[in-house]
Structures are given as structure tokens and as C-alpha cells.
């Protein structure tokens, strides 16, 4: 089994910047695909960004210059580097781990862009 667990979500002003952190723990050998996903209120959840093991790197459109993905020094933790937020970025951000085919999610955390 697989633990995950996010943390950095806060409420911030349109044009500036937040860190979101994720953390796996348990049986973390094998992950092979890490990524960040949201979902806004009365909408679907949709992908983010996703990063490889091999540093293969996806972000959405909606996202592109503006977020970076990136692997912690441990190889269980990802990051996701939020810049010129806009205020069509607030939802919940969920942190997926994924090993053998099988995807881990956390709780989320909520991020909210508002002036």
C-alpha cells in the first residue's frame, strides 16, 4: 500500500505564487509516474502535470509556463512550483502516485486564488 499525502495549499492573490509538496510512504518501490491533478467546484477532475522516472514531463495546457513539476531530492516526493496564479486555478490539488498500474491518490489540498 501506498500513503499519500500533499501539503502548500493557501489562499493567494491573482499573480502570485504558491509550492504545493507531495510525499509518498509505505510500499513506495516501483513508482513510476507522479502527478498532480485538480478539480474546481461542479467540475470534472482534470490532470495538471505528470513526471516520469525517467523525467518525462506533461502539463496541461491551462497550466503551461506557468506551473512546474519537479522530483524532490527522495525519490517518493514531487512538487508542483504554482506561478501567475489566476483565479480559474482554485480547486483542490490531489498528488497521484503511480506503481504497476495501480494509482494512489491523498486528500488533497485547497487552493484558492483570490483577491
Known amino acids: 500500500q501506498v500513503h499519500v499525502v500533499e501539503s502548500g495549499g493557501d489562499l493567494v492573490q491573482p499573480g502570485g505564487s504558491l509550492r504545493l509538496s507531495c510525499a509518498a510512504s509505505g510500499r513506495i518501490f516501483s513508482i513510476n509516474v507522479m502527478g498532480w491533478y485538480r478539480q474546481a467546484p461542479g467540475k470534472q477532475r482534470e490532470l495538471v502535470a505528470t513526471?516520469?522516472?525517467?523525467?518525462?514531463?506533461d502539463y496541461a495546457d491551462s497550466v503551461k509556463g506557468r506551473f512546474t513539476i519537479s522530483r524532490g531530492g527522495a525519490k517518493n516526493t514531487v512538487h508542483l512550483q504554482m506561478d501567475s496564479l489566476k483565479p480559474e486555478d482554485t480547486a483542490v490539488y490531489y498528488c497521484?502516485?503511480?506503481?504497476?498500474?495501480?494509482?494512489?491518490w491523498g486528500q488533497g489540498t485547497q487552493v484558492t486564488v483570490s483577491s
Open positions: 513526471i516520469t522516472t525517467s523525467g518525462n514531463i
Open positions: 497521484m502516485m503511480r506503481k504497476l498500474g495501480e494509482e494512489y
